[in-house]
């Protein structure tokens, strides 16, 4: 069978099954365990209505729970024991060790770099797109080729990204936009830009600008169109500029927009691991936490190891997370 | 002189619709002109033009003897009221009031003595630190208009300030800000609405707009005893003028009509030899009417009565209640219901139109 054939059987089936659960376990509970006829119909209706939502929310609560509660349980568990010693528990060792590694800190650098870095640039580009989309004739245009990358994955990104970082040997034509743009404007010889510490971190970065800007031009481009327009005509009356009315008036009112936002892209950047691993694979500086993970897990084949430093970028995530889903939550009321 | 002077000015959206044209109009320092008219008839966007929210698409705009037409708002010396409030959700009261000030570059012992006042005036010193979501409707457009006072301006604008609040605290609100003018005999106030109360209390003059242009401009008691045109006659005054078709058999110093309807009119307004038989409309306002029983203006059998206390409402005719006459007698009269009736009213009380246009010298 062709892979695309299998991929559309695949979503038939999957597809096909999710409706067939959900429809044959509502008519099983309102038929067969509590039927609404006889002298308990009212009793059994309400008792249907209370077992309902827990009936829609097994499938997702079992997902979860295997692939999320359990794996998270068992890395603890493995972050604390030792393969060398054929798995015995060895408290914080790993820790301790990873705490040791220069290697380890440079992941962690270069991770607080990404997460000042990467959210407030693409948050303000974002910001910054929608602002200037809306104003223009061809906005809509513009915003679609913003919005574009979203489309593709993070390691297609990175190829893309490669290409334009891309150095050939001097003397012959440079493929790479980059090195043919910077031996146009003077300079002397191709860079191997991937290679230059520390701006290969940043060149890093910029892929992932270029992938979240357009989310977040398209969440704030929504909050600006919500903004009452007669505070920006009482601005303008009040004798405000342009750029007064866009940071005193604006911007205030779709702050909490700009958080969410915000911290959602942090939370991007706390995993970033595809566009580090394609590109430079750590090498030259460039280290982050989950390819330091992956390094250490699937390569050195240290699952104590990597384990540890796993459960390093979940506490770290975790009370961003924690509060992304508050503000969201305090959004939606 | 003048305040604001608006002389053929005209507003096309696109170039191409035609929404207002040809507005001359002169408004002199300490008038509270209101600005009615029908639903989409253009009122806001002569306010917003003067406010320059909108462009002036022809003609000219003066505020005090300056051209403003190319002038950015913050400059032209007015201040606006919305009727939606628009008070900025992210400032207090205090930091809403000051915003215009600050931005001007005020000092800061300046804002404070000119928030302070204005809070002081509008009985809003208590809420200066609180954000407009914990105010109510009453307060949120005393904010608004206190955020307009504090910038001291030449023209104040408001737009339907108060339809958004509840019956009675529309007639507060609306007594207010009578109060309000009065302590400012200066300044000059437009004041768009759809409501007559609100603009025969209020108005100093009344600016009628429809079919793109001004009907009338006059003061309250001007529209109500002297409309210059039908629509006038029909838009001021509720429940609305009867218009009874007919035709002029005498004329001389006092006019007499012979109605369509069967009744006889002696109208208080002269008319030449040449308007001998000419097709009049009739006016007469219901409450001008009163019982006869010689010579009659409006006859029928009374379809329908609404007795309210002070007085009461007779709907006569078949017709459904859009075309129905309806008179306005004292007391309650409900059981004058599905009787005929003859009503009369004073020569003097009566309106005269030719082809929409009052006959009335002037
Ligand atoms: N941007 C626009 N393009 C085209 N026509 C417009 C535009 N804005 C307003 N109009 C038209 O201008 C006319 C006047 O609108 P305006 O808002 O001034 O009416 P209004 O008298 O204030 O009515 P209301 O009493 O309902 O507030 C309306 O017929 C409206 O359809
Ligand atoms: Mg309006």
Sequence with gaps: MSPALQGLVMIVLGVGGCVGYFYGANLLLDRVIFPARGAQAGRNINRANLVRPWLFLLPALVALSLYLVYPVIETLRLSLTDRSQGGAFVGLANYRQMAAEPKFWEAMRNNLMWLVVVPALSTGFGLLAAQLTDRIRWGNIAKSIIFMPMAISFVGAAVIWKLVYDARPEGTEQIGVLNALYLWLGGAEPQQWLTLIPANTFLLMIVLIWVQTGFAMVILSAALRGIPEDTIEAAIIDGAGPMQVFFRIKVPQIASTIVVVWTTITLVVLKVFDIVFAMTNGQWGTQVLANYMYDKMFRANDWGLGSASAMVIMLLVLPILIWNVRTARREMR | ?362
């Design chain 2, 1 to 362: 002189m003048a305040e604001l002077r608006l002389s053929g000015v005209a507003k096309r959206y696109g170039g191409t619709v035609e929404v207002l044209r040809d507005i001359d109009l002169e408004i002199a320092r300490g008038e509270l002109i209101v600005f009615v008219g029908p639903s989409g008839c253009g009122k806001s966007t002569l306010l917003r033009m003067i406010a320059g929210l909108e462009s002036i698409s022809d003609g000219v705009l003066e505020i005090e003897g300056r051209v403003v037409n190319d002038i950015p708002p913050a400059q032209r010396g007015i201040a606006m009221v919305f009727q939606s409030y628009a008070l900025y959700p992210h400032m207090t009261v205090r930091e809403n009031m000051a915003f215009a000030l600050k931005l001007a570059r005020k000092s800061r012992t300046e804002i404070d003595a000119a928030v302070a006042a204005a809070a002081e005036k509008l009985q809003l010193t208590d809420y200066l630190d609180r954000l407009p979501k914990a105010l109510s409707g009453g307060q949120r457009q005393r904010v608004a208009i206190g955020r307009a006072i504090v910038r001291d301006p030449k023209v104040y604008l408001f737009d339907e300030p108060l339809s958004n609040l509840d019956a009675a605290l529309r007639v507060a609100t609306r007594i207010e800000i009578a109060q309000l003018k009065e302590q400012m005999p200066d300044s000059t106030m437009i004041y768009v609405t759809h409501d007559q109360v609100e603009a025969m209390t209020l108005a100093s003059r009344i600016v009628v707009l429809a079919n793109k242009g001004i009907a009338q401009v006059g003061t309250p008691l001007e529209l109500y005893d002297s409309p210059e045109n039908e629509f006038v006659a029909r838009f001021i005054g509720s429940p609305a003028m009867n218009l009874l078709a007919g035709r002029i058999t005498q004329s001389g110093a006092q006019t007499r009509v012979a109605l369509d309807g069967g009744g006889q009119a002696l109208v208080a307004i002269p008319t030449g030899a040449e308007d001998l038989g000419a097709a009049v409309n009739l006016g007469v306002r219901p409450e001008d009417l009163e019982e006869t029983t010689g010579d009659y203006v409006l006859g029928g059998r009374v379809a329908i009565t609404e007795a309210l206390g002070e007085h009461t409402l007779l709907y006569l005719g078949e017709e459904g209640p859009g075309d129905a006459r309806i008179a306005k007698l004292p007391g309650t009269r409900s059981a004058l219901r599905g009787t005929d009736i003859r009503l009369t009213a004073r020569p003097d009380k009566l309106h005269l139109f030719r082809d929409g246009r009052s006959m009335k010298p002037r």
